[in-house]
Every structure is written in structure tokens, then in C-alpha cells.
């Protein structure tokens, strides 16, 4: 990985906002991690998948209502992973980082690996946003093309149409490709995974195992190979979909910068501060809509989340305003989309620009 490092010498937007919130938690006495309303959607969200699990195990219901609960399933999973495991493996979810260890397991429980994740999401991608050649959710080249930066490829005119059924075997690869590919490389997009705990080894090679027994033969054992994979696929593509679509409208939509650290040798310090530098790189969707808030639990506030990663998502909405004035306070950039059909078209529009070949490609042409 290249050394990336950003200009903290004038960090006063980072202070002032950073006390700020700091003060809102202590005059109101309220703890920065999850409340009862966190808690509450892991009552309600986690039970409901294990319950639909069982009643489509069961096989006693209409075909079509069969298929409809594969949806709810796919979704309802995507929203654990949004408001359950995000809070727990950012260390928000609870004061106890025991709690925390155990609720961020329920990404392995979705397919996929907090060990991984936790390096490759709290540590990468929050340090690194919308940097090209470090951060590893924006290196999906060659296969789609998410700033300048990256090589164009043809079919890459087509990107905006065909990463919808990309994102929709998103957890499909994350459960039975990338994961392992990562842990076998002991790298990420080029971050090497050093000294993994044993214990991390015997939960990634345990918890593998278990999906294959719970996702995959225990369904095929009591419903049959072509049901199980109708539901299997049409539950991944809910989840998948989801999942992909609520963490690309934060940084690939209109008016995101991006970073190319490509071609650089040796250590590269930014022009900004790395609070700037996520402000410039990260949006916020659909801000005043609770329902969709409540579902993606908060991460229509990734301004918010990336500036204070270990603050539960619970608290996103109220300390938004804090940070809307700081940001105002010294002319700093508050990206922000007001719906979440207007933030999927930006996504679209994004992607399909990315998409265009480049001017000198053009006039070569």
C-alpha cells in the first residue's frame, strides 16, 4: 500500500466540530453508542429473519408468498448488516467491546467476514475515501470503472446498466469469492492483513462452513435443488442490491472528488486535512426521510458516520446539524441529495459517466 498522508496543519475545522459534537453528548448526558432504539431493531430485524428462514423451510405456503418472503429475507438481512453489524464492528453498538465482538459477528452470519471487513471498511475505506489504488471500494477495475483515474475498457459504455445484476450477486461473491481470495492473499487491494489471530483463522474457516450448512444444504435437504436455488438467488439479489446500492450513494454520486494515488512513488500528503478530505469525498441522501433512516440504519448520513465512526448511527440525525453549522462556519463543502430515488439517479448518472471513454480516446478516435 502507498503511503498516504494528509495536511493536519490547519486543523481547525476538525477541532471545532470534533468539540462541538464532544459537548452535545456531555450537556446532554448521552453516550455516544447505541440506546433502546438500536437495541429494539436487533429484537426486531434478527428474529424476523430466523423466523421467515423456518416458514420457508417449511414449504407451506403459496409459491409467489414463497418467493415474496426470499425478498423480505434478502432485505431484512441487508438491514442487520446496515444497523446491527455496522454499529457493532465500528465499536458503536455498546460501551462493551465484548457486545461489540459479538453483534459485529452477525457480518459472518450474512456470509461474509468482520475481520475482513473491519480492516477493509474501518480501516481502508475510512482512512483512504475515493482514494484510486488504496481504497478497496472503489477497486472493482476492470470490470467497472468508478473515477477517472481507473483504465476504460468499451464495455465500460455499459457499466451503469450492468452493475445492477452486479450488485445483485454482491453477496453471493462476498460470501464464496472475495473473502477467500483476500484471506488467501493476506492483502487488500494491495493493504497486507498481517499477524491474523488464530482465533480469526478457526472463526473464518467455522463460520464458512456454517453458511454453506445454513444458506445452502440445509435448504436444498427440505425444499429441493430448484427451489432452493430460486430462493437462494432471489434473496441474495434483495440483500445484494441493497446492500451495494445504500454504501455507493455516500461516495460515487454528483460533486464527489476523488484522489488518484496510482502513479505517485514514495509518501503522498494531501492538500487537505483528512476531515476535508471526507467531506469533499462523501454525501448524505434522503436526510429527512425516518423510514428509509430506520432501515439503512443511518447511513443516509455518511458525513456524519465518516467524521465520527464510533458514534451510533442513532445519533447521526441530531449531531447533523452540528456539523451542518460548523461546516458553514468555514466554507467547508456539505454534500447532501434530498431523496433516495434523486440519489440512485446520481449514482446511475455517475457511473455512466465514468463509463464515457476518455477525451484523448475520443479524439484518437
Excluded at 493536519?8 to 459534537?21: D, G
Excluded at 445483485?168 to 499477524?195: C, F, H, Q
Amino acid at each position: 500500500m502507498k503511503k498516504v498522508t494528509f495536511n493536519n496543519k490547519n486543523n481547525s475545522f476538525s477541532e471545532t466540530v470534533n468539540a462541538e459534537v464532544r459537548n452535545y453528548f456531555q450537556e446532554n448526558n448521552i453516550k455516544q453508542t447505541g440506546d433502546w432504539r438500536l437495541y429494539l431493531k436487533s429484537i426486531l430485524l434478527i428474529p424476523a429473519c430466523a423466523a421467515i428462514y423456518i416458514i420457508l423451510l417449511s414449504r407451506g405456503l403459496p409459491v409467489g408468498l414463497e418467493l415474496l418472503l426470499c425478498v423480505i429475507l434478502g432485505f431484512f438481512l441487508a438491514c442487520i448488516g446496515f444497523s446491527v453489524m455496522h454499529d457493532a464492528n465500528h465499536g458503536s453498538y455498546s460501551e462493551s467491546k465484548r457486545i461489540n465482538y459479538l453483534m459485529g459477528l452477525t457480518m459472518n452470519a450474512l456470509g461474509s467476514n468482520a475481520f475482513i471487513w473491519k480492516i477493509k471498511h474501518n480501516i481502508i475505506h475510512h482512512t483512504y475515501t475515493n482514494i484510486d489504488g488504496v481504497d478497496d471500494d472503489i477497486a472493482k477495475s476492470p470490470v467497472l470503472r468508478h473515477c477517472d483515474s481507473q483504465p476504460y475498457k468499451p464495455i465500460h459504455k455499459y457499466q451503469h446498466i450492468y452493475m445492477v445484476p452486479l450488485y445483485a450477486v454482491s453477496s453471493i461473491l462476498w460470501a464464496l469469492v472475495t473473502d477467500l481470495e483476500k484471506y488467501l492473499k493476506r492483502s487488500i487491494n494491495g493493504t497486507p492483513m498481517n499477524n491474523i489471530p488464530m482465533k480469526e483463522h478457526i472463526i473464518f474457516w467455522v463460520t464458512k462452513v456454517l453458511y454453506v450448512v445454513f444458506y445452502i444444504a440445509v435448504p436444498i435437504y427440505f425444499v429441493g435443488i430448484g427451489p432452493f436455488l430460486a430462493g437462494y438467488f432471489l434473496a441474495n439479489a434483495a440483500m445484494g442490491l441493497t446492500m451495494a446500492l445504500v454504501f455507493q450513494l455516500a461516495h460515487v454520486v454528483d460533486n464527489m472528488e476523488f484522489v488518484d494515488a496510482s502513479d505517485l512513488e514514495g509518501k503522498m500528503t494531501l492538500e487537505d486535512s483528512w476531515a476535508i478530505h471526507q467531506m469533499r469525498t462523501t454525501s448524505n441522501f434522503a436526510m429527512d426521510n425516518k423510514v428509509i433512516s430506520w432501515f439503512v440504519g443511518g447511513l443516509n448520513f455518511q458525513v456524519e458516520h465518516h467524521l465520527f465512526p464510533k458514534v451510533s448511527h442513532v445519533h447521526y440525525p441530531a449531531i447533523s446539524k452540528i456539523v451542518q453549522k460548523v461546516c458553514k462556519q468555514y466554507n467547508v463543502p456539505y454534500n447532501y441529495i434530498p431523496s433516495f430515488t434523486s440519489a440512485i439517479a446520481s449514482h446511475f448518472r455517475t457511473m455512466k459517466k465514468f463509463g464515457e471513454a476518455p477525451q484523448q480516446l475520443k479524439m484518437a478516435a
